[in-house]
């Protein structure tokens, strides 16, 4: 079985009276459930209520779900079926009592009692009938160190296996199967991200994103951003729970404007440039709007989470569900879930109720977070607007991704920036990558991951794409290089 040598978990109980972990409050235990490195699920204590000697209560953090049985909300989205539930409980239940040192673990109508005293052959009756018996002890080691495991079966369809120092090492049962592969606190095995290892700069570390927005006014006129902004780390300093960066923020954007369906006049605005020096607040523990990298998301980050948000780009309060795992670069990356049963990956809020949303086929909103890197990219879609960003290169740590462009590229009014943003579809691509039209004869190369040039040729004016079939499957960096400048995308071939 995969958790005899299993990662890290996350929670305990209180040690008194007890000689064995379920639960620690200042740990997060993160678990997997396809039995690979990436955590599907992240229990964590939220609160912990005293009810007397020895006694406690242990409100675990909720994800997003469906729910059958709540009535359709009215949203500002036409769509509300499927409905999400905010406060949702994962595999674990949504709290955990523990009374002189035997535990109850709560999940919707169910009891599941776990006594202190846990025997080869032992069983017991629960709260609501549910019997519990331990069909199996046996020794093994768990993260990297040697522990006792207790199985445990319940009457529900549950079985659980109970490690004496790491808590729960597997949870099983009909639906799915969860097994521990690190604890955040104590640092073993396979770790979350928190905010400082997704935004974890040091000075001289450069971060370059590129964007293009589109929209129209409904009135005719039909309009057009495209943006360069360049972070460059100058100081950082940490103090207790928290790190800040001052950076130095080199940028400019363009906007034009043009006329459809016969309206107008449409007015756009010429091109800005800006130099200017900026602060960037990051609370280890959770998303602040001090963060601007990432100030969408300023609730809850665990796998699962429904996290509510106002964004600059979309009117109103929106919402979406984590989703987390390792990316082709070997890193973790979190992003938004594909709603179950939906197209889109953006909820509606109900107009009365803040627990229930609505599934949205209107607009759709996607932001992505790299381990170790940060914000790498956002795509919305909405009614009549557009907006796509993206990481368009880096020096992180003296490690370079792509080229970064020079100050005096990104201030002046190169025709490049009449082009939209540089990117490339289809990733995962398969036979041909896709590009906006060069403007100019364009030099181009295929990088993987080691730096080892695979692909390259030359391109001609108006030419929008090469061919990849030739590439194994894997991660790879399409530099292309004009008399303008260099520019880059990673993309992964799949098949």
Known sequence: MRYLAALPLC?????????????????????????????????????????????????????????????IPQTSCPSSDPVFEKNGEQFMGGMVS?????????RGTEHLLIPISLNQGATWTGPGGIVGSVFAKDTATILNAPDSITGIAFSTGDTLFLSKGHGVAAWRNNVSNKELIGINGTNEGKQFPDMLSLFDYWPGDVLEYHSDAGSTDGTGCEYHQVSINKYTVLSRTDSPGRSDYQMRRVGSHYTWASTVWGGGPCTGSPLGGYTDTIQLGIVHAQWTNENFLGDHLLNSCWPGALDTTNTPHLPGTIASILHSGINFWGRYQIDRLQLPGSSTHTLCPSVNDDSTFGASEVEDMRR?????????????????????????????????????SSDVFILSTPERMLEPVFHVTPTPANERLTFPALVTDTEWLVLDVSGRTRANGRLGVGAYGIDVQALDPGAYVLHLADRHGQRSARFIIAR
Do not use: K
Not at 58 to 71: E, K, R, S
Not at 368 to 382: F, K, L, M, R
């Open 11 to 71: 929670l305990a109980l209180a040690a008194h009276a007890q000689n064995w972990a379920l639960l620690n409050p200042a740990y997060r235990y993160n678990y997997s459930n396809d039995g690979t490195d990436t955590i599907s699920n992240q229990i964590r204590v939220m609160q912990v209520d005293t009810l007397g000697p020895d006694s406690f209560r242990y409100v675990l953090n909720t994800i997003g779900v469906v729910c059958d049985t709540c009535a």
């Open 98 to 106: 523990v009374l002189q040192g035997s535990a109850i673990l709560h």
């Open 368 to 404: 992505t977070y790299e381990e170790g890197v940060g914000y790498t990219a956002t795509t919305i879609v909405g009614f009549e607007y557009g907006f796509d960003e993206y990481l368009y290169a880096s020096i992180i740590r003296g490690v370079p991704v792509g080229t970064i």
